[in-house]
């Protein structure tokens, strides 16, 4: 890797094949290890046993996370894997990771959470000594997720080792760019009720009831009661008082949307991890944590905040 000059450090790995990916991060892996720094990895699983079994028993000395778990929700991936390693670790000089939030598994649904993901990352991280390496499978993606990855690295390395500055370098513009609004649900609506802080406790009884109908159960469905409570809440206390609730079947998924008339103005709501004092302030952050996929849009008519859970 080249010599650190900038307390943050975001270069996108692009690989084409085995030895490339290799080649680009066990040596990302090692220096960081040879220079004292925290490591960790956090990739799919199929990349993850190559990374180990590339490092030998240098892997001992590493963190490592299944990405396809640990980040099966974008937005979980800064507060719940990459500043949770990195807040563990505040002695350290540095904090090193891998992490590949983008695989071609990925769905449609789920790829603007994640370009958007790659370019909060930036500001999540401005003036920390962190260095993460974000790979790029140039034989699997397609040619919108490798472009977007010019635009949300200010530094490109490619199968050869080249690094480059990128001359698309825009993560602000990538993240009003999908803010869009979201597409409408495919089949039918099994649940719709405005509801305000009178009807609270129907509008959240409605939908757990509903969730259960549709096949959510266990820990899983308290996990949703708990989503559904803070998503609501947050339409009262900062939406204009009132919202709307809406939840559909979507591709084996249940999806519970929420809207209401508040604007998000920070983009980074529900990215930052709590502190421990902290009064307040976890409802996005809680609702990140427990779903399988969390889409936002806000705009000039207010937010719409959409979670998906498998069933």
């Known amino acids: 890797m080249s010599t650190v000059t900038e307390p943050f450090v975001h270069p996108a790995l692009f690989y084409a094949n085995t030895?490339?990916?290799?080649?680009?991060?066990?040596?990302?892996?090692?220096?960081?290890?040879?220079?004292?720094?925290?490591?960790?990895?956090a990739v799919p699983s199929y990349n993850l046993e190559l990374i180990e079994a590339g490092l030998g028993e240098d892997a001992a000395r590493v963190r490592f996370l299944d990405m396809q778990q640990a980040g099966r929700n974008p937005g979980r991936i800064i507060p719940g894997v990459l500043r949770a390693f990195a807040d563990s670790h505040p002695d350290a000089g540095r904090v090193r990771l891998i992490g590949e939030p983008i695989w071609s598994g990925r769905s449609e649904t789920e790829y603007p959470a994640c370009a958007q993901h790659e370019a909060l990352i930036n500001h999540a991280f401005t003036g920390r000594a962190v260095s993460i390496l974000c790979p790029y499978d140039t034989g699997r993606l397609d040619e919108r997720s490798l472009a977007d990855a010019y635009?949300?690295?200010?530094?490109?390395?490619?199968?050869?080792?080249r690094h480059s500055d990128s001359p698309a370098y825009d993560p602000d513009g990538l993240v009003a760019r999908y803010n869009q609004p979201l597409p409408a649900a495919p089949g039918g609506i099994r649940l719709a009720y405005d509801y305000d802080a009178g009807t609270l406790p129907t509008a959240r009884h409605r939908s757990v009831a509903e969730a259960a109908q549709l096949g959510l159960a266990g820990e899983r469905l308290d996990d949703f009661a708990l989503i559904v409570a803070e998503l609501t809440t947050n339409s009262v206390v900062h939406g204009g008082g009132r919202g709307t609730v809406r939840l559909w079947s979507e591709e084996g998924r249940l999806v519970c949307e929420v809207r209401d008339a508040g604007h998000l103005t920070d983009p980074l709501a529900g990215r930052r991890p709590a502190g421990r004092d902290q009064i307040g302030g976890r409802g996005l952050l809680t609702v990140n944590l427990l779903a399988d996929l969390v889409r936002t849009h806000t705009g000039g008519y207010g937010t719409t905040i959409r979670v998906y859970l498998a069933l």
């Open 19 to 41: 030895d490339e990916y290799l080649a680009g991060c066990v040596p990302f892996v090692r220096e960081g290890l040879e220079r004292g720094e925290p490591v960790a990895v």
């Open 151 to 161: 635009v949300t690295h200010p530094v490109v390395i490619d199968g050869a080792g």
